[in-house]
């Protein structure tokens, strides 16, 4: 039997081509909202489970129980619509690629995949996580996010830090994750390069050169790795790790949009899909303008 439970999601239905998205470790469904509603205003059906486990609140499960999850989820939209997507921020994109690895997918958009804790602003101490399998007693202790909280943005890092404050959980997940749910975290890691290879599906990355968790030599390794034929790497410029609530969330809605539609038209004898148009750097910045004045 399956072990998901499918009320804990969101589906946004709008046809037959169905993006499934992950969000990150420790995180929740608030996560990945911005991108579903965007994904779905587009015309495309969008699937995003809360999975159990792995998400903010609920006891920590192994990596592999998170890579069956996802298998099932993906198994079960397969038999639902004509084409499945997979789609994952942070740790979830790790988790998509993973499952890609595994299980047949149209498509894989991997926005700032965590494959490793290596950005700039990780305490000086990030040496010590290789150890984390081997510390005793590991299930009672917590890392708590701190400043920048993955955020160029300054008024996206207000809001997100007010959250905390008030409610200890934001858009972002929660003020603490356990070093149990990191431990794991770096076993899903290493699964997931070793695995790389196997993803054969056309796949699209997106990671900020500036990415404060994850550098990006690690989306360059990847995009190297891959066994897809078709890929693509999209450097951000004006972000930090959580590119899509970040200053280039704009660019990153659109493109995973674009390549998702491209690779649906080219699997069809007819186009599903119209092309979004391009959107030039002036007009994401007025865009953006408009969006912190509303």
């Not at 076993?187 to 900020?208: K, N, Q």
Request: glycine share 6%; aromatic share 6%.
């Amino acid at each position: 039997m399956d072990q998901f439970n499918v009320t804990q999601e969101i589906h946004l239905h709008a046809g037959q081509h169905v993006v499934l998205v992950f969000h990150g470790l420790g995180a929740n469904l608030l996560e990945v909202s911005r991108l579903a509603d965007s994904l779905h205003h587009a015309g495309l059906s969008v699937v995003a489970p809360e999975l159990s486990g792995f998400c903010h609140g609920s006891a920590c499960t192994s990596w592999q129980a998170w890579v069956e999850l996802g298998r099932q989820h993906v198994r079960r939209l397969r038999s639902q619509y004509a084409t499945v997507s997979l789609c994952g921020l942070s740790m979830g994109a790790t988790l998509a690629l993973a499952v890609a690895a595994e299980e047949e997918v149209d498509s894989l958009v991997l926005l700032a995949a965590a494959l490793a804790y290596d950005g700039w602003a990780m305490p000086w101490y990030r040496f010590l996580l290789d150890l984390l399998p081997i510390v005793p007693f590991k299930a009672h202790y917590q890392y708590r996010e701190r400043e920048p909280y993955g955020l160029k943005s300054p008024e996206m890092r207000a809001m997100v830090k007010k959250a905390l404050r008030s409610d200890h959980v934001s858009e972002l997940g929660g003020e603490t994750i356990s070093l149990a749910h990191l431990t794991e975290g770096l076993r899903l890691i290493r699964h997931a390069r070793r695995g790389v290879s196997g993803v054969t599906c056309p796949t699209l990355l997106m990671h900020a050169v500036e990415d404060d968790t994850v550098c990006i030599r690690n989306a360059e390794w990847v995009l190297q790795k891959l066994g897809a034929h078709r890929k693509e790497l999209i450097y951000l410029g004006d972000c930090y790790h959580m590119i899509t609530m970040d200053n280039e969330r704009e660019t990153v809605m659109h493109e995973t949009e674009r390549f998702i539609k491209t690779t649906v038209n080219e699997l069809l004898d007819s186009p599903a899909f119209e092309m979004p148009g391009l959107m030039s750097r002036e007009l994401r910045r007025s865009l953006r303008a408009a969006s912190r004045a509303a």
